[in-house]
């Protein structure tokens, strides 16, 4: 058995070590796929069970709590009584599901992937890291911190599942015949505020406005799956995890 290992003096709650190793994550979640997927789902987004990325009850448990309560069981849920390694690898796949990306030991080339950011797969056009990139998308400098790895994958494959408050897109037909598209940073029954693409902010009056419609799908586009392979998305979302203030 690995030890667990502890952080810092004000930590009170112990880490073990296969905690954010990707070799045991992904042991991990071939167990998940095994037996828990069945009542949490393949993504751990729930189903006869409850999620396990939406935020509940366990995510504040230290890492020898999880490991108890799936080897013991809980309420419902079977024990899983796996031999301990095991346990813990498929602990560290439950943890990893809800830690912050940066936290994670990701695997693919974040260079590749940076790569692909900024050139062919168009990522730069919509989001911005630090001083460089579009406005239409939301800011990913911090991304690594406020986003886990499933959900960094599925942002990217699945635009549509997640969609981040105040990237709503609306196309404008202006009484003199103008037309303009930006992002809704405000709206009331007067004014209407848009992000243009340019990042800069045009007001409107309603009175102003002939038609407007508000695009119900994300800009992002939704087939990244197929144009780009199983190990470039890998790459990007390796790229992505590291994205954190200095």
Not at 9 to 37: N, Q
Not at 185 to 207: I, S
Request: with cysteine.
């Amino acid at each position: 058995m690995l030890a667990l290992a502890q952080h810092g003096k004000d930590d009170e709650k112990a880490r073990h070590l296969f905690m954010g190793d990707a070799a045991r994550i992904e042991a991990g979640r071939k167990i998940y796929a095994g037996g828990c997927a069945g009542c949490h789902g393949p993504e751990g987004m729930g189903g006869r069970g409850p999620s396990l990325v939406e935020r509940g009850a366990w995510h504040p448990m230290s890492d020898e709590m999880l490991f108890k309560t799936i080897q013991n069981g809980v309420g419902i849920m079977p024990a899983a009584k796996l031999p301990e390694d095991r346990g813990w690898e498929l602990a560290a796949f439950v943890r990893s599901l809800t830690a912050p990306a940066i936290e994670m030991k990701a695997p693919g080339a974040a260079a590749a992937g940076a790569m692909l950011f900024w050139g062919r797969a168009g990522c730069s056009a919509c989001h911005r890291i630090g001083d460089k990139g579009g406005f239409t998308g939301p800011n990913l400098s911090n991304v690594g911190r406020s986003s886990t790895l499933p959900k960094l994958r599925r942002s990217i494959l699945e635009p549509d599942y997640e969609r981040t408050p105040g990237f709503e897109r609306a196309e404008v037909v202006l009484r003199d015949g103008a037309k303009l598209s930006g992002l809704v940073k405000d709206r009331t029954n007067y004014q209407l505020q848009l992000q243009l693409k340019d990042g800069t902010l045009r007001t409107l009056d309603m009175k102003q406005v002939e038609a407007l419609d508000l695009q119900s799908t994300s800009a992002m586009p939704g087939d990244y799956g197929a144009r780009l392979s199983r190990e470039e998305i890998t790459n990007l979302v390796s790229f992505l995890r590291q994205q954190s203030p200095q």
